[in-house]
């Protein structure tokens, strides 16, 4: 099935140029905003996912709790709540972490060029995750899901092994 959603387009400011198709936006590498959630638990599990075979890009890679992109018509804020609710069934209180810019080239002739907005937040129900985006999920140790990227780089998203240690490091103190 072809997207035919639109994202945002940015500058490195932040500030929005233009929308463009998602697909194209990626084909073509421009720059666009992002998220990425990570929803914890109260025992400090991360929840994590993998990508269903079929996606775009990264199919069968594990990955954060969510991931997205915000709509043209919606707040940041809205896009993260209603993405949360669609890949992974459930919604919480998210709060922001930081905000970081990276590129990279994917599967598919795709390119990640994406202001990303991270955000985390606590919840300690199992998800009803869309099975179109999620073929399995798992709640994890952090520390081991640290040494587990760094055994098994392949099996997990770009984006998740560039943000994974900075979130905890940061913000959580599990190491």
Request: proline share 1%.
């Given at each position: 099935m072809i997207s035919m959603e639109q994202v945002i387009i940015v500058n490195e400011d932040d500030n929005e140029i233009?929308?463009?198709e998602k697909i194209e936006a990626h084909v073509s590498g421009k720059l666009h905003?992002?998220?990425?959630?990570?929803?914890?638990?109260?025992?400090?599990?991360?929840?994590?996912h993998k990508r269903a075979d079929?996606?775009?890009?990264?199919?069968g890679l594990w990955t954060n709790t969510c991931c997205g992109h915000q709509r043209p018509d919606e707040?940041?804020?809205m896009s993260i709540h209603r993405r949360l609710k669609e890949e992974m069934g459930f919604d919480c209180e998210l709060k922001k972490?930081?905000?970081i810019q990276?590129?990279?080239?994917?599967?598919?002739?795709?390119?990640e060029n994406?202001?990303?907005?991270?955000?985390?937040?606590?919840?300690d129900q199992d998800p009803s995750p869309d099975p179109l985006e999620v073929s399995d999920y798992s709640w994890v140790d952090p520390k081991d899901?640290?040494?587990?990227?760094?055994?098994?780089?392949?099996?997990?998203?770009?984006?998740?092994?560039?943000?994974?240690?900075?979130v905890i490091n940061n913000y959580y103190n599990y190491l």
């Open positions: 233009e929308v463009l905003r992002a998220f990425s959630l990570f929803v914890f638990n109260s025992n400090g599990k991360l929840l994590i079929d996606k775009y890009h990264s199919g707040s940041l804020e972490l930081f905000t990276y590129q990279a080239e994917m599967n598919n002739s795709i390119i994406e202001i990303d907005h991270v955000f985390s937040g606590i919840h899901l640290i040494i587990e990227t760094r055994d098994n780089p392949e099996k997990y998203s770009h984006w998740f092994k560039l943000l994974l240690e900075r």
